[in-house]
């Protein structure tokens, strides 16, 4: 037989032995499996908090406001609500629970055409969302009282999401009103407000929100 074609012979059935252990080897082989995708975090999607009985004193909108800040790269933007409505619970001169809600589709600013903005599903989605509740679960006492009196815990239900949400405040029990007041950061991203703004001027995750709400006397039982 001439030699190139024993060669060639050869070479065929090497390529062959080659390509059979291949596939076995891909055979054996384990299948790809898809990893499922992870568990959504645990507190997305807290109820809100039975309020406790007591006294109860709803807020005066003409005395009180509830205030935000946004701030991206270049600057910052100032805002609030027109509607909001709220009150606190008290027990033994106490506050024991406090509750609020926002009308979203009452958003103002500094400047019209962000207000505008705001309400959009690019943030608040107020078509779908209208409203922004909070709901204490405790009020405790700070541990070095001064400017800021307690600590509230609880449950804010906003943009379709029910997350806790943990603020310092300044709680006074006076004779005629009861009165709140708070500064605090949220990360908007928590609740779903994830739009970023333009490339180069990107939008702050944490927004300050700012409460100073009265409560006069007049009281009703909560049930």
């Given at each position: 037989?001439?030699?190139?074609?024993?060669?060639?012979?050869?070479?065929?059935?090497?390529?062959?032995?080659?390509?059979?252990?291949?596939?076995?080897?891909?055979?054996?082989?384990?299948?790809?499996?898809?990893?499922?995708?992870?568990?959504?975090?645990?507190?997305?999607?807290?109820?809100?908090?039975?309020?406790?009985?007591?006294?109860?004193?709803?807020?005066?909108?003409?005395?009180?406001?509830?205030?935000?800040?946004?701030?991206?790269?270049?600057?910052?933007?100032?805002?609030?609500?027109?509607?909001?409505?709220?009150?606190?619970?008290?027990?033994?001169?106490?506050?024991?629970?406090?509750t609020?809600?926002?009308?979203?589709?009452?958003?103002?600013?500094?400047?019209?055409?962000?207000?505008?903005?705001?309400?959009?599903?690019?943030?608040?989605?107020?078509?779908?969302?209208?409203?922004?509740?909070?709901v204490?679960?405790?009020?405790?006492?700070?541990?070095?009282?001064?400017?800021?009196?307690?600590?509230?815990?609880?449950?804010?239900?906003?943009?379709?999401?029910?997350?806790?949400?943990?603020?310092?405040?300044?709680?006074?029990?006076?004779?005629?009103?009861?009165t709140?007041?708070?500064?605090?950061?949220?990360?908007?991203?928590?609740?779903?407000?994830?739009?970023?703004?333009?490339?180069?001027?990107?939008?702050?995750?944490?927004?300050?929100?700012?409460?100073?709400?009265?409560?006069?006397?007049?009281?009703?039982?909560?049930?």
């Amino acid at each position: 037989m001439p030699v190139m074609l024993t060669t060639t012979l050869l070479m065929s059935l090497l390529a062959c032995d080659g390509g059979d252990e291949k596939a076995a080897v891909e055979s054996t082989a384990p299948a790809a499996t898809e990893e499922a995708p992870p568990p959504p975090p645990a507190d997305v999607d807290v109820p809100l908090p039975a309020v406790p009985e007591g006294l109860a004193h709803s807020v005066q909108g003409k005395d009180s406001f509830i205030q935000f800040t946004g701030a991206k790269v270049t600057g910052s933007h100032d805002g609030g609500f027109d509607k909001f409505s709220g009150q606190v619970v008290l027990k033994d001169d106490e506050v024991i629970a406090t509750t609020f809600t926002i009308d979203l589709r009452t958003t103002t600013t500094d400047n019209a055409k962000l207000a505008k903005h705001l309400m959009s599903k690019d943030f608040f989605h107020a078509e779908k969302y209208g409203e922004a509740k909070f709901v204490s679960s405790a009020i405790t006492p700070a541990e070095n009282p001064g400017a800021v009196t307690h600590k509230v815990d609880g449950v804010l239900d906003f943009h379709g999401k029910s997350r806790p949400l943990s603020f310092p405040a300044s709680i006074t029990v006076g004779a005629t009103a009861t009165t709140v007041t708070a500064t605090f950061d949220i990360n908007r991203q928590n609740w779903g407000v994830s739009y970023p703004g333009k490339p180069d001027d990107l939008i702050k995750d944490d927004v300050e929100l700012r409460l100073n709400l009265t409560f006069p006397s007049g009281a009703s039982k909560t049930e």
